[in-house]
């Protein structure tokens, strides 16, 4: 194990953690479907205060938060990625830790700058951490000690992802499931050993890396990994990396960007510049069935969408919502108003919060009958690419270049209708 270059304690050390249900644990929520348990919201972001604002360097990382502590990943300059705990109070450091960690995408990508993707993942006693030289290190949640380490393209001599790792791991039970290494890899979560390589792909730009993140579901009575690759959709047995079934689709430049949408027995997805699509499965025992359900001229971006009460609430790559019936296809309807270039969207009940790339916060109710904006507010100063996570009644924003905790006031959500 490579020893680490910086630790700076600030706090005693503290003991175990655990996993709790409102815990906001890894991209996208501890289902990475965008759900946030909990008591409703108000109709109104009227009574949402600012707690704290903290500094960082700059990252797309969504915050993750575990506990009594947040924690954030940053690039601190060409040559250095950082990870910090914070308090969930108080945003007070609890520690940080350094190491030689470097990007640098092509030319035509630098308006999204080099600075690091991949939001970590968090078990409740440590964290995953992915750089962007697609290098995955496993901190101890308490003082930030490292555990291990590996480097995907020196383990399995692959190049590094032309535009760094930007897919997010996945943490399930005693494994860590990562696309890196142009493959889908299962690790012992506890030692960083490989358990099974899958779904390797020949290098190319085109193919080099993943912009899409797995999710593990239950589909047509088996339990299985649902992946994104640049080529196509998988669906993968846990235990072996043994392909279940697959599914090409069209795609521009293997942009397969958003996270494999589970309804049912169904996934739904957008790759980029392309329509919308629903594939069904079923199967005979080893016979899989994968069926292409329906198509929606819906094209999506880069933003994953949410799924309330068979609803389907997309973000268009015109800076448009749109609510999609998922039992039919049929678009129900679309937003007259443009949100800009992305929407990191959180649902509870029938809301949902959105906050857009440039700091707005949005509230919009998971209504199909019409569109319906129910609020918005400033809430961050500049860029904020992060996806939102929210856990219990606090909100915690990424900004480019800080992490601000914002709480919904106990008295206006008390009134919530």
């Known amino acids: 194990m490579l020893p680490l270059l910086k630790i700076a304690f600030c706090t005693a050390l503290l003991g175990a953690f655990s996993v709790n249900a409102t815990d906001w644990s890894q991209w996208r929520g501890a289902q990475r479907d965008g759900a946030a348990p909990g008591a409703p919201w108000a109709a109104s972001l009227a009574g949402i205060e600012l707690q704290w604002r903290v500094p960082l360097g700059k990252g797309y990382p969504g915050p993750v938060v575990g506990g009594d502590r947040v924690f954030v990943v940053e690039t601190i300059d060409k040559k250095t990625v950082g990870v910090r705990a914070l308090s969930r109070a108080t945003g007070q450091q609890l520690w940080q830790v350094t190491w030689s960690g470097t990007g640098n995408v092509p030319f035509f990508a630098k308006a999204n700058g080099d600075w690091v993707r991949s939001t970590p993942a968090w078990d409740g006693e440590t964290l995953y951490v992915g750089d962007m030289a697609e290098v995955v290190v496993a901190l101890d949640g308490a003082t930030g000690a490292e555990r291990w380490r590996v480097d995907f393209p020196r383990r399995y001599e692959t190049p590094v992802p032309d535009f760094g790792f930007a897919s997010s791991p996945l943490v399930v039970g005693d494994f860590l499931y990562v696309q890196a290494a142009n493959s889908l890899v299962k690790l012992d979560k506890r030692t960083g050993q490989a358990v099974w390589r899958s779904l390797v792909i020949e290098e190319g730009m085109a193919s080099n890396g993943a912009f899409s993140s797995p999710v593990l579901e239950v589909l047509a009575g088996r339990e299985q990994l649902v992946a994104l690759n640049r080529e196509s959709l998988y669906g993968l047995d846990p235990e072996n990396g043994q392909v279940l079934w697959s599914k090409p689709l069209p795609h521009f430049r293997g942009m397969h960007i958003l996270t494999p949408t589970i309804w049912r027995d169904a996934i739904f997805t957008s790759p980029y510049r392309e329509r919308s699509y629903l594939i069904d499965l079923s199967s005979e025992g080893e016979d899989w069935r994968v069926a292409e359900s329906w198509q929606n001229k819906a094209s999506g971006y880069m933003s994953s969408p949410v799924v309330v009460d068979d609803h389907l609430y997309l973000f268009l790559g015109n800076g448009r919502m749109e609510c ?20 990191s969207m ?20 998971a209504n199909p009958e019409r569109f319906e904006l129910l609020d918005e507010r400033e809430v961050a100063q500049g860029a904020t690419w992060g996806h939102l996570a929210v856990s219990g009644d606090e ?15 106990r008295d206006d959500r008390a009134s919530a209708d």
Do not use: C, H, N, P
């Open 324 to 343: 999609i019936e998922l039992a039919t296809g049929q678009s129900r309807w679309r937003s007259g108003r443009s949100f800009g270039k992305y929407l």
């Open 346 to 365: 959180v649902w509870r009940q029938d809301r949902i919060l959105a906050l857009d790339g440039e700091g707005t916060l949005y509230l919009f109710a």
């Open 395 to 409: 909100l915690f924003v990424r900004e480019l270049q800080a992490i601000v905790s914002l709480r919904w006031a």
